[in-house]
């Protein structure tokens, strides 16, 4: 072992005249012998210009200056056996030189190359022809002109030569050679691999290395693997791994064993002669970096396959990993987290690193190496996911803090792998509350803007997990996380878009959240995406109905439905029917806008009014269109008054118009009684106190007149406060669902005008009583508790609101033609009693027009008319 390959070259005859002694001078005058037709003097020119090439680079490129390439080229096929031979021994040298190489491409010699390959010609000649070869293999276009002209097969036949360097020459040609696919096929069909398997017991350790080199890469191929086992060549790579002193060979012997491994067969016969164990022994007890890598490299490739994972299992591989993280080599540290990876698609594998991988997994992730960080926080990835256990010893292991600063590492899938730990962590509470006290979310901003589509769904996904209640979505909304989050709403890529639609989705939860998401335009992009039948997905329309869900009006407007867990709150407005894809304008923007001929906007507002501030504090405020006087102080105040305060976004014209269909009843009118009563009993100052508080009331100023830094207020609805008020304290206390129902279906309709019997419908002069409203007003929008004439979709809509104050469930539901109803659910009470499970409950539709508090079930005739006709 360990002998070098030397051996003196059989000289040419010597029969003529002595050798040329070339200088460079010379040179030119040896090349123009290349042309004489006397064989002599051409085998002593061939001799000379060999021993001048043999000198150096540079003697190579001035026989290339001198043309001497092209005469030697038609030398090889010489006659005389003496030329040809010195001829090929020549080239042999030659092409070592890149230039040389490039002009025999082009002279297309490969032929005659090849030609001196044959049984028939010289050891010698077999020599520098396969150097020749050799070096010209390096090249893809050589390497593609060697293999067209078939030297596949005599290269492989020079392997049993008895000359070790035709071996090597050879071997180290097709090494090159099979590089390429196709010629790896034509390797397989000429079954190559004995002959190349009996040159692992030679004496020379350059060919037992080029040897298992070509072996690593053929034995890619499943074929070949099934061809190496067959011929016994496990055996050989398992001796010689378990022999010391071919330690320099044992990298490469592991890279074919790491490729059979892949192979369920071959893995069998390994573990079935014992070499299973031996390999994982020899890998664990090495000293060698290159040895353990190569070790656990060979592991993770056949750990890919269920049947390997599990004869891995059997063999305790996982020891053999945990003991290859403490390496010192990082490239072992990473092969062996890789490894560690791909066993956790065992279950048993998994409990196993649950106590003596993590730990050691989790010290990786502050490693000085981000190739290292990156494959522990891969091997986390797969350990946490869909194990809450494994999650929980990260956690104890204090592996949040390297995770988070992770995040912010310059590899992609360091920081993509950071971000699936930290997403399986974040499914557990108490561990989701530790990630936010470490700022969690701030750190997810910087990947939420990457570049990487991987990146981004892993952190969209990551905040999704995380953002599950209010301080965190407060935090991410403050750091300005929102930002980046519904960016990536626009992406091409079907799981960025998926994953931050979950986020969003999540991050709606609350108010404040949902409607800053609205602002960024997270509204408008997931409807057009929901548009889009390719690119919607369940979270899209998931996030875009919570969204809508926390800006009722906008969902009101498109879909016409509020169901009963849709509680209509302050600020609600009904602009009335709009189409996908039209922007909803801004409750601010209706209510500076001048009246015009189209639907009145419904104002839902029952802010109370406040009555603690000074007075120099209330009359400031009403310039910002809150309300600061009791109803009583505005129903004193005089008509044009009234609408004046309005027409700037405050005050309430009760007292607009004295009208006996109305329908206002004695509620108010006692009020207003009482209210006098009580003003008698004043004193002087009190009164006058009053009536300057009034003409306060009364200064018409635009909002954002005067004191531009005041915030703006929707005008407030004194009138609905009252209704608020009454239902409150006359209806809410009633226990029967029913006849809560129907008190407050009357109620309703007393406000609205009473009953109207269906021939009289078109005698109710509603449209006349809004036209008034909003032309006193200066402005489409009117709130509801203004409107004493209303029909179908003016009383379905204030009773959603008192019901919704007072806890009576009902749906407010949109039809055509201006027709609106609510829908409640009531049990069947002729069942009560009766044993077993309760029937559904049934739906029934509240008539709130013809025969208010009348309750007409879904799907009747009645129905049906009150619906449609």
Not at 162 to 174: L, Q
Not at 260 to 282: H, N, P, V, W, Y
């Amino acid at each position: 072992m360990g002998k070098k390959i030397k051996k003196e070259v059989e000289p040419p005859p010597k029969d003529v005249f002595d050798p040329l002694t070339i200088e460079s001078k010379k040179a030119a005058t040896v090349v123009l012998m290349l042309n004489s037709p006397e064989e002599e003097i051409l085998a002593k020119a061939c001799e000379a210009i060999y021993k001048f090439a043999l000198k150096g680079e540079e003697n190579k490129a001035t026989l290339l200056q001198l043309g001497a390439v092209e005469p030697l080229t038609k030398l090889l096929t010489h006659e005389d056996k003496t030329v040809r031979r010195n001829a090929t021994m020549i080239f042999g040298i030659l092409t070592s030189n890149n230039d040389v190489k490039k002009l025999l491409r082009e002279l297309d010699v490969m032929n005659s190359v090849i030609a001196q390959l044959s049984p028939e010609e010289e050891v010698v000649i077999h020599e520098f022809a396969s150097l020749c070869l050799a070096n010209m293999s390096i090249e893809y276009t050589g390497k593609l002109q060697i293999f067209q002209h078939g030297a596949l097969e005599p290269l492989l036949r020079l392997l049993s030569s008895p000359d070790p360097d035709v071996k090597k020459n050879s071997i180290e040609c097709i090494y090159n050679l099979v590089q390429d696919f196709q010629c790896r096929t034509t390797f397989q069909e000429l079954n190559a691999i004995p002959p190349v398997l009996d040159l692992l017991k030679s004496e020379y350790p350059i060919i037992q290395l080029l040897a298992l080199k070509t072996l690593g890469v053929i034995t890619n191929d499943k074929k070949s693997q099934a061809m190496l086992r067959d011929s016994q060549g496990l055996d050989h790579l398992i001796k010689i791994l378990e022999t010391k002193e071919l330690n320099d060979l044992h990298a490469e012997a592991l890279s074919v064993v790491a490729n059979c491994l892949e192979d369920m067969e071959s893995m069998l016969l390994i573990q079935q002669t014992g070499g299973l164990r031996k390999f994982l022994a020899f890998a664990e007890n090495s000293t060698i970096p290159d040895i353990q890598k190569n070790a656990a490299r060979a592991i993770a490739k056949a750990a890919y396959d269920p049947e390997s994972r599990k004869l891995f299992h059997e063999q305790e591989v996982e020891k053999c990993l945990v003991t290859l993280l403490g390496s010192e080599s990082d490239g072992t540290k990473v092969a062996a987290s890789q490894a560690i990876s791909a066993m956790c698609e065992n279950t048993g594998s998994k409990e196993f690193f649950s106590t003596q991988g993590i730990p050691q997994l989790v010290h990786l992730l502050k490693s000085d190496s981000e190739e290292v960080r990156e494959a522990a926080a891969l091997a986390l990835a797969n350990l946490t996911t869909s194990n809450p256990a494994n999650a929980n010893a990260a956690a104890e292991a204090d592996a949040i803090e390297p995770l988070i600063s992770t995040l912010s590492s310059k590899r992609d899938g360091a920081v993509a792998n950071a971000a699936t730990v930290l997403t399986n962590m974040a499914m557990q509470e108490p561990l989701r509350g530790a990630m936010q006290s470490h700022d969690v979310l701030q750190a997810l901003i910087g990947p939420l803007g990457s570049a990487n589509a991987v990146v981004q769904s892993k952190a969209a996904l990551a905040v999704a997990a995380t953002a599950c209640d209010a301080e965190a979505r407060a935090e991410l909304r403050n750091r300005g996380g929102l930002e980046p989050l519904v960016e990536l709403l626009h992406s091409k890529n079907d799981e960025v878009r998926r994953y931050s639609s979950q986020a969003v989705m999540v991050c709606a939860g609350d108010e404040p959240t949902a409607a800053e998401l609205c602002r960024l335009g997270a509204l408008d992009i997931l409807e057009e995406i929901n548009l889009s039948v390719s690119r919607k997905n369940k979270f899209s329309e998931a996030a875009y109905n919570k969204l809508l869900n926390n800006n009722l009006s906008l969902k009101y407007s498109q879909t016409g439905y509020l169901s009963s867990s849709n509680l209509i709150g302050d600020g609600f407005y009904d602009y009335g029917r709009i189409n996908p894809g039209t922007k909803l304008l801004p409750l601010k923007e209706l209510c500076l806008q001048g009246p015009s001929d189209q639907r009145a906007v419904l104002l839902i507002n029952n802010k109370s009014v406040d009555v603690s501030l000074p007075m120099e504090d209330k009359s400031s405020d009403l310039s910002y269109g809150r309300s600061i006087s009791s109803s009583s102080s505005l129903r004193g105040a005089s008509r044009e008054k009234t609408i004046s305060r309005f027409s700037t976004g405050f005050g309430s014209p009760t007292e607009l118009k004295s009208d006996p269909t109305s329908g206002r009843n004695t509620v108010l009118s006692k009020s207003a009684t009482k209210e006098k009563g009580l003003r008698k009993g004043r004193g002087k100052k009190e009164e006058e106190k009053v009536k300057e508080e009034e003409e306060v009331l009364a200064i018409p100023k635009l909002a954002g007149e005067g004191s531009p830094e005041k915030e703006w207020y929707p005008p407030p609805d004194p009138d609905l406060c009252t209704y608020v008020y009454e239902v409150t304290r006359s209806i809410l206390p009633i226990t029967n669902l029913k006849e809560q129902i129907e008190l407050l279906a009357k109620y309703v309709a007393e406000k609205m005008g009473g009953r109207i019997a269906k021939d009289k419908l078109p005698d109710f002069s509603w449209e006349l009583h809004i036209s008034e409203l909003k032309f006193q007003l200066k402005s489409n929008v009117i709130p509801i508790g203004y409107i004493k004439k209303g029909i179908f979709y003016h009383r379905a809509l204030l009773f959603k609101a008192l019901a919704d104050k007072i806890g009576v469930g009902c749906s407010l539901v949109r039809g055509e033609y201006g027709r609106t109803w609510n829908e409640v659910k009531l049990l069947d009470q002729s069942r009560k009693g009766v044993t077993g499970g309760l029937p559904a409950p049934e739906i029934f539709i509240v008539d709130l027009m013809f025969h208010p508090g009348a309750l007409m079930k879904l799907g009747s005739r009645e129905a049906n008319l009150y619906r449609f006709l």
